[in-house]
Nanobody, 124 residues
Framework: VQLQAFGGGLVQAGGSLRLSCAAS????????MAWFRQAPGKEREYVAI????????YYADSVKGRFAISRDNAENTVHLQMNSLKPEDTAVYYC??????????????????WGQGTQVTVSS
């Protein structure tokens, strides 16, 4: 599956952004999808995960209660609604498709398709 992420930008602290990821390929609807992020000088970390049918979601502690991941299998898209943004949320955000359809898979090695990344910058 090929992925393209978009929707990043510059926002003030406390603001909101909605990231989207468009997928091509017939296997999208059977795969767990996730958003990761990578800040300068830091390792890539998972942000949110959604199972193949949207029935299960998981969030990193740092974004729990502020971010929401969703997917639309009819449109081959996955979204990340980000609210109450903080300067520490500044990073390049990547969408990714897992080898698995379900389960708590958060390691980068468990994902074999990646989008190109979209920059999110939160100013204080």
């Amino acid at each position: 599956v090929q992925l393209q992420a978009f929707g990043g930008g510059l926002v003030q602290a406390g603001g909101s952004l909605r990231l989207s990821c468009a997928a091509s390929g017939r296997s999208f609807s059977t795969r767990t999808m996730a958003w990761f992020r990578q800040a300068p000088g830091k390792e890539r970390e998972y942000v949110a995960i959604v199972s193949w049918n949207g029935g299960r979601t998981y969030y990193a502690d740092s974004v729990k209660g502020r971010f929401a991941i969703s997917r639309d299998n009819a449109e081959n898209t996955v979204h990340l609604q980000m609210n109450s943004l903080k300067p520490e949320d500044t990073a390049v955000y990547y969408c990714a498709a897992s080898r698995y359809s379900d389960g708590y898979h958060y390691r980068t090695t468990e994902f074999d398709s990646w989008g190109q990344g979209t920059q999110v910058t939160v100013s204080s």
